[in-house]
């Protein structure tokens, strides 16, 4: 390993991070960001990589939001291993890792936040109320907090990545939002923190999820009814194990508006509970 790659700083304070952007600045370098709730996997080091190839400085921060859970969701127990996601970050070169406290994020009397109605109401917005909220309000703070060039983001949460897109368009956010590809196992299965979860029979079931959108995506480029489709992809995939399905369903690939019959891009999005995990994955529709 490359000596200098093992320098990874950590900072949590929100003027200990732009003191760190402040210099890297002043030396004419350009910063990237890559927001992560942590317990890092191949995905979010792809996200890494793509910083590290398009800007000079990576940040990566480190928050598990606890404005993105819902009552009954996993905040408490969503894993937390903060020294070896450092290392494996200093192993790949990141150049600073900010992992600030509740306290740092939301003070005693914060009350803004910031929604996306619209694009963050559908999907995921539907069946997680709040969520976006949640998402908007700390990629914002993180992004007027860092005033990076570029950040990254994963397709792996699509309806994010688009929350977010247009989020920092409507704000005049100075930041190019990055879309990155979804890293997956050999079999499929698109990586997540929350695979974790699964018992070994749930794992066995999971890469259904991926196949199922693949066979709704090939449906609908062969000219089927977006609408059929996810209505069959769904019933397939409680055929093959998946106990709840909140949704398959076949979208406008940038305003995740119900398709109009137009030829503009689609995407497939899908998400379901294998026992009490729920797993959400997505793909592009070939048309
Ligand atoms: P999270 O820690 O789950 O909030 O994810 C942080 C970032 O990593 C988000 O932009 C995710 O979309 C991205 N990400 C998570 N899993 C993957 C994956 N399998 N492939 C690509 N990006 C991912």
Same mark, same amino acid.
């Given at each position: 390993?490359?000596?200098?790659?093992?320098?990874?700083?950590?900072?949590? =304070?929100?003027?200990?991070?732009?003191?760190?952007?402040?210099?890297?600045?002043?030396?004419?370098?350009?910063?990237?960001?890559?927001?992560?709730?942590?317990?890092?996997?191949?995905?979010?080091?792809?996200?890494?990589?793509?910083?590290?190839?398009?800007?000079?400085?990576?940040?990566?921060?480190?928050?598990?939001?606890?404005?993105?859970?819902?009552?009954?969701?996993?905040?408490?127990?969503?894993?937390?291993?903060?020294?070896?996601?450092?290392?494996?970050?200093?192993?790949?070169?990141?150049?600073?890792?900010?992992?600030?406290?509740?306290?740092?994020?939301?003070?005693?009397?914060?009350?803004?936040?910031?929604?996306?109605?619209?694009?963050?109401?559908?999907?995921?917005?539907?069946?997680?109320?709040?969520?976006?909220?949640?998402?908007?309000?700390?990629?914002?703070?993180?992004?007027?907090?860092?005033?990076?060039?570029?950040?990254?983001?994963?397709?792996?949460?699509?309806?994010?990545?688009?929350?977010?897109?247009?989020?920092?368009?409507?704000?005049?956010?100075?930041?190019?939002?990055?879309?990155?590809?979804?890293?997956?196992?050999?079999?499929?299965?698109?990586?997540? =923190?929350?695979?974790?979860?699964?018992?070994?029979?749930?794992?066995?079931?999971?890469?259904?999820?991926?196949?199922?959108?693949?066979?709704?995506?090939?449906?609908?480029?062969?000219?089927?009814?977006?609408?059929?489709?996810?209505?069959?992809?769904?019933?397939?995939?409680?055929?093959?194990?998946?106990?709840?399905?909140?949704?398959?369903?076949?979208?406008?690939?940038?305003?995740?508006?119900?398709?109009?019959?137009?030829?503009?891009?689609?995407?497939?999005?899908?998400?379901?509970?294998?026992?009490?995990?729920?797993?959400?994955?997505?793909?592009?529709?070939?048309?």
């Amino acid at each position: 390993m490359d000596a200098g790659k093992t320098s990874l700083d950590i900072v949590r =304070s929100v003027s200990d991070l732009r003191g760190k952007v402040r210099g890297w600045r002043a030396a004419g370098e350009t910063v990237g960001l890559v927001p992560t709730m942590g317990a890092l996997h191949d995905g979010h080091f792809s996200l890494v990589e793509a910083s590290l190839t398009g800007t000079d400085r990576t940040c990566v921060t480190l928050f598990v939001n606890p404005k993105q859970f819902g009552e009954g969701e996993d905040f408490e127990v969503y894993p937390r291993d903060e020294a070896t996601d450092a290392q494996a970050l200093a192993a790949r070169g990141a150049h600073l890792l900010f992992a600030p406290g509740v306290k740092d994020m939301y003070p005693e009397g914060f009350a803004s936040s910031v929604s996306v109605p619209g694009i963050g109401d559908v999907l995921e917005g539907e069946f997680r109320p709040g969520f976006f909220t949640g998402v908007a309000t700390v990629v914002t703070k993180l992004l007027l907090q860092a005033l990076p060039d570029k950040a990254y983001f994963g397709e792996k949460d699509y309806q994010q990545l688009c929350v977010i897109r247009r989020m920092t368009a409507d704000l005049d956010i100075p930041v190019e939002i990055v879309g990155c590809p979804i890293v997956r196992e050999s079999d499929g299965l698109a990586l997540s =923190s929350r695979n974790a979860y699964l018992s070994a029979d749930e794992r066995e079931v999971a890469p259904a999820l991926h196949q199922v959108l693949q066979e709704t995506a090939s449906r609908v480029s062969g000219g089927a009814d977006p609408a059929a489709a996810g209505e069959d992809g769904a019933a397939a995939l409680r055929q093959r194990g998946f106990a709840k399905v909140d949704y398959i369903s076949v979208r406008d690939a940038e305003t995740l508006a119900v398709p109009d019959g137009s030829d503009r891009p689609l995407r497939v999005l899908g998400a379901a509970w294998l026992g009490r995990t729920r797993l959400i994955d997505n793909i592009a529709i070939d048309c």
